[in-house]
C-alpha cells in the first residue's frame, strides 16, 4: 500500500504522483529563477503549492464526473502536441528536427517518472479539471463593465506612477 499524502473525498492523492508533480514545479523553477531556489521558504512554498494545486485538480475531476463531462481522445492529443510542440527547440533556441524532439520529450517524461500513458492520463484530468472551470465558473461569471475596467486601470496606473516618483 502506498502511502498518501492528502485524501480527497475519499480519493487519495497519492506520495509520487505528489513527488512527481512536485519535481516537476521544482525543475520548471530551477531552470527560469534558479537565484529563488536557493531560499528554502520557496521551495516549501512550490511544494505547498503542488500539493493545493493536486486537491484542487481531484476536487474539479471529481465534479466533472458527477456533471458527467468527458474528455475526448482528440482533446488529450491535442494537449500531447501542444506539448511536444515544446521540445522543437533546445536550450539554445536552435531548431530540432521531428526525432530529436521526440527524445527530448520522453527523455523528460524519463525524468519526471512517468511513461506515456500516466502523461495522457494527468493531461486527461487537467482537461477535465478546465472544463469544470469554464462550464461551471466562467459561464456563471459576469465581466465588469467597460467603464469599471478603465476607472480601475487609471487608479492602478496612478498609483504606479506616484511610487515611481517617490524612488
Known amino acids: 500500500m502506498e502511502d498518501t499524502v492528502a485524501v480527497v473525498n475519499g480519493s487519495p492523492i497519492l506520495l509520487s504522483e505528489y513527488q512527481k508533480e ?3 514545479a521544482l525543475d520548471y523553477w530551477s531552470r527560469t529563477n534558479p537565484a529563488a531556489m536557493a531560499d528554502p521558504a520557496n521551495v516549501r512554498k512550490i511544494r505547498e503549492g503542488t ?3 493536486l486537491i484542487t485538480r481531484d476536487l474539479l475531476v471529481q465534479e ?3 456533471l458527467k463531462l468527458k474528455v ?3 482533446e488529450i492529443e491535442n494537449a500531447v502536441d501542444e506539448i511536444k510542440a515544446r521540445f522543437k527547440k533546445d536550450e539554445n533556441g536552435k531548431d530540432l528536427d521531428e526525432v530529436a524532439a521526440d527524445a527530448a520529450f520522453r527523455t523528460q517524461l524519463k525524468t ?3 511513461d506515456l500513458g500516466q502523461f495522457r492520463e494527468r493531461l486527461s484530468r487537467q482537461i477535465m479539471a478546465r472544463k469544470v472551470i469554464d462550464e461551471q465558473v466562467k459561464a456563471k461569471t459576469v465581466p465588469p463593465p467597460e467603464q469599471d475596467v478603465k476607472e480601475y486601470f487609471d487608479k492602478i496606473k496612478g498609483y504606479i506612477a506616484s511610487k515611481s516618483t517617490e524612488a
Open 72 to 74: 475526448r481522445e482528440r
Open 51 to 53: 500539493l493545493e494545486e
Open 112 to 114: 519526471e517518472g512517468i
Open 22 to 24: 512536485a519535481a516537476t
Open 64 to 66: 466533472g464526473a458527477k
